[in-house]
């Protein structure tokens, strides 16, 4: 698929701007902080309803203005549709696919599909569990479009859970009886549901991710691997992803994770807080035999996070209408070695949004169409 036309009012620093789109690669090149990225996460948040740079809408609103709205025209195969989605900080955001009348936002997940490289990536490697989760999870959602259902419902359930387990231990140290936890167990019910689900999806993904993630790390960076990921799940036990050698079923899967709810109950009603689930789960990376985390160098560290995407890439063009990849500002970043290999790699998708601050910064094979973006203005530069 790719994005054939784009269209943004009052997203980020634009006021209003409309950007045709061709297939193949186009760059958007211009000094820092002109607006290259907010172009581009425009297009990712049409395909994840989030950003890549923050985690809630309001700084994705111009400043100034109440609502922020993103169209895009996307052509797959002979279709073409029109989507749209509407910010609205505070209150709810609104949806419409071909005009039609509103949609649910998550309505519109799997139209635009994209992967996205980006600095912030090296978090996947470098940073907290909380980034390799967010990882799994949009890839998964991209996969099966459902799951935004099945993450928000998991969320939900957590936060009502934890809101029970808190009062619990406030009236604990308050020398009180204690909460009423009458209601826990139906918690627990709909929390290990909810979050089997999940955790099959993330064990299947992760098995799936195993041998493209060895692959592309060979190819960035030949001879330095091999890479393997092992997904270190909170309940113990092989079917809840510790040790697990594939995802155990359902039933399986949502039992390991009731029994360790069971199991650690006390200890949770002692903390207010829910210890076990997906929640707290790890993809723990390793390249060779240590973990990439605290032992991979800087280079190495840049290698894991690109594999990981051209992985993720690998998925979804298998499953699916092909992703656009967006590579945003990452060939500053890398030496030449990987800069070429990564160019090259990418050079033949469907199509391929580029940012860079100068135009030296865009590889050879990734020679395309450009547009200068300056002080807000975007306009085709070639070819
Ligand atoms: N909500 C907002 N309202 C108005 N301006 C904003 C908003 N969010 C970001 N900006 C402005 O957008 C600019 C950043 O744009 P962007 O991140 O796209 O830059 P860039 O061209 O990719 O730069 P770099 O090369 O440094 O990454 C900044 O000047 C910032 O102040």
């Not at 209150?91 to 936002?105: E, F, L, T």
């Not at 308050?174 to 089997?196: C, E, F, I, M, Y």
Request: hydrophobic residues 40%.
């Amino acid at each position: 698929m790719h994005v054939a036309h784009l269209s943004l009012a009052d997203f980020r620093s634009y006021a209003r701007v409309e950007v045709s789109l061709d297939p193949g690669v186009t760059a958007f090149v211009g000094p820092n902080g002109q607006g290259k990225t907010n172009l581009v996460e425009a297009v990712g948040y049409l395909a994840t309803l989030g950003s890549h740079r923050v985690s809630s809408d309001a700084p994705l609103v111009r400043m100034g203005a109440e609502r922020a709205v993103v169209r895009a025209a996307v052509v797959e195969g002979e279709r073409r549709q029109l989507v749209e989605l509407e910010l609205n900080p505070g209150r709810a955001n609104r949806a419409r696919i071909n005009r039609s009348s509103q949609v649910k936002p998550r309505d519109v997940l799997g139209i635009v599909r994209t992967v996205l490289f980006a600095p912030e990536d090296l978090a996947l490697v470098k940073g907290d569990p909380g980034e390799r989760r967010r990882f799994l999870d949009e890839l998964i959602t991209a996969r099966a479009p459902r799951m935004a259902g099945v993450r928000s419902d998991y969320d939900r359930v957590l936060k009502q859970r934890n809101t029970l387990l808190k009062s619990a231990a406030m009236a604990r140290r308050h020398g009180g009886r204690g909460a009423d936890l009458s209601t826990l167990d139906v918690w627990d019910q709909h929390l290990a549901r909810a979050g089997a689900e999940l955790l099959a999806q993330r064990l299947d993904l992760v098995a799936t991710l195993q041998p493209l993630a060895d692959k592309a790390y060979e190819q960035l960076a030949p001879g330095g691997g091999p890479v393997s990921l092992e997904y270190r799940g909170s309940a113990a036990g092989p079917a809840a992803g510790e040790g697990a050698q594939g995802p155990g079923t359902r039933e399986e899967l949502r039992d390991a994770l009731l029994g360790a709810l069971t199991e650690s109950r006390k200890q949770e009603i002692e903390r207010g807080v829910t210890l076990v689930g997906p929640h707290r789960d790890d993809l723990v990376l390793r390249l060779g035999r240590l973990p990439a985390k605290g032992y991979a160098s800087h280079g190495e560290s840049w290698s894991y996070a690109l594999a990981l995407r051209l992985a993720s890439y690998d998925v979804l063009r298998g499953e699916g209408p092909e992703p656009v990849l967006v590579l945003d500002d990452v060939f500053a970043e890398l030496d030449t070695r990987r800069r070429d290999r990564l160019a090259e790699l990418v050079a033949p998708a469907e199509q391929v949004l580029v940012t860079a601050a100068v135009d030296a910064d865009v590889p050879e094979p990734l020679s395309g169409a450009r547009y200068a973006v300056s002080e807000g203005e975007v306009e085709r530069a070639g070819p």
